[in-house]
């Protein structure tokens, strides 16, 4: 299990730096986060001796639990990639480097209020890629203004990009043109509201099987799970 996480991490990193070449892009700018939900510690801790110090996971509890036996770990770090319900405010805190998955104004207001958080953290806005896919949650782009808005003035919340989860699509140059989208009302809402629009923000898209459709289109953080930890149970 260890030498395919060796090998499987290896591939990807190669990939990274091919399709980075293919479309103008510099490889340092492509963040690699590990998706372990479902994995076991000791697949954290392979992946981790691997040079790995991002991973993400999808629900709270099984991350505090992760976290904690892992708190030993130097330089890891923990992005929360799932859906979260405004009732779980209270769990969010420092120790997260990143939320991915912000995707309702409630949810904000509620962090706002109740997270125990003692320096801010960074957030994503989950946006929807896909009017016609029920099943991928995030906000619409046209909702998407006051929650801009309302982060900006966050005293716990950094906001700091966009997530997005593509969806499943056999046809590729519809994906291409979904997250050509996705970009460009990124782009836009970023230079909008940021309260600093002349800096770089995450673009997170792109996972095991979309990874270079989400580079040519400007991701700037790749979440990959089946492709280094293997089939989730
Ligand atoms: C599970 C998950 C991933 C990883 O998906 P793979 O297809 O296993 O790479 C990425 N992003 C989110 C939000 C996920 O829930």
Redo the contacts with the bound molecule.
Sequence with gaps: MENDIEKNIKEIQDKIKYFAQKYKRNPNDIQLVA?S?HHTIESIKAAYKCGIENF?E?YIQEWQEKSQALSNLPNLKWHL??HIQSNKAKSINSQINCIHSLDKLNLAKEIEKKSPIDKRIKVLIQMQIDKTDQNKSGIPFENAKELCGMLAQSQKMDFSGFMG?GPEEDDKSRLSDLYAEFAKNAEYLWNSFSNRPKDKYILSLG???DYEIAIEHGSTLL?????IFGKRK
């Design positions: 998706v939900k993400g999808n990639i799932g989860i996972m095991s099987s979440r990959i799970g089946t492709a």
